[in-house]
């Protein structure tokens, strides 16, 4: 990778995921791969030899072999994403609504397709009286969490973030979306928008 570790989450709605929650730490370093194992297994190394305070957060084997099964098939599945985006992106290319953007250097693999408009609940709601789902992911900047409340964060501190929290919305974004589907989903944008 780029850096010293990294991670991956295989949470069910992923380009791969797992049909519970599950994730990877990759790293080639020692050190940091066995503070990853103690921190994901009880803060242990060995049986009954709890080093530091940490979680349960083992991989078990029925997630393992549903992400092997399903390993196969990421290339073409996270492709059929970059189509449907490449879709939504030509659909919507002439409003208002902020679209994802890519950097040449990069590859998006869309996870998640999220616009960015006014009056998001508004849209939300009148997108599901049209039967369509959306999503709102992370509607609260991190620093303004209250797990982190005792830091004492403004969205003054953060200005970017603060004002784009009410603004994110997820579209329908799975590899086997079709096209009308995502004609349909746009259609229906463009008229709630105006």
Request: with cysteine; charged share 20%.
């Amino acid at each position: 990778t780029i850096g010293h570790a990294s991670s991956f989450s295989f949470y069910p709605g992923k380009n791969l995921g797992a049909y519970g929650d599950a994730g990877a730490m990759a790293t080639n370093n020692d050190e940091i791969a066995n503070k990853c194992r103690m921190i994901g297994n009880h803060g242990r190394l060995g049986k009954h030899d709890h080093a530091i305070e940490a979680r349960n957060s083992r991989l078990d084997g029925i997630q393992a072999a549903i992400l092997s099964a399903k390993l196969p098939y990421l290339e073409s599945w996270t492709n059929a994403r970059i189509a449907n985006a490449k879709i939504y992106n030509e659909l919507l290319s002439k409003t208002n609504i902020g679209l994802p953007v890519t950097p040449n250097e990069c590859k998006h693999v869309y996870h998640l397709y999220v616009i960015k408009v006014e009056n998001r609940n508004e849209v939300q709601e009148k997108l599901k009286a049209k039967n369509i789902e959306t999503g709102i992911h992370y509607p609260i900047a991190l620093p303004l969490l209250k797990a982190y409340a005792h830091l004492g964060f403004t969205p003054e501190d953060y200005p970017v973030a603060s004002s784009q929290q009410g603004k994110l919305l997820s579209l329908p974004m799975y590899a086997e979306l079709t096209e009308e589907q995502i004609k349909y989903v746009c259609d229906n944008l463009i008229q709630i928008i105006g």
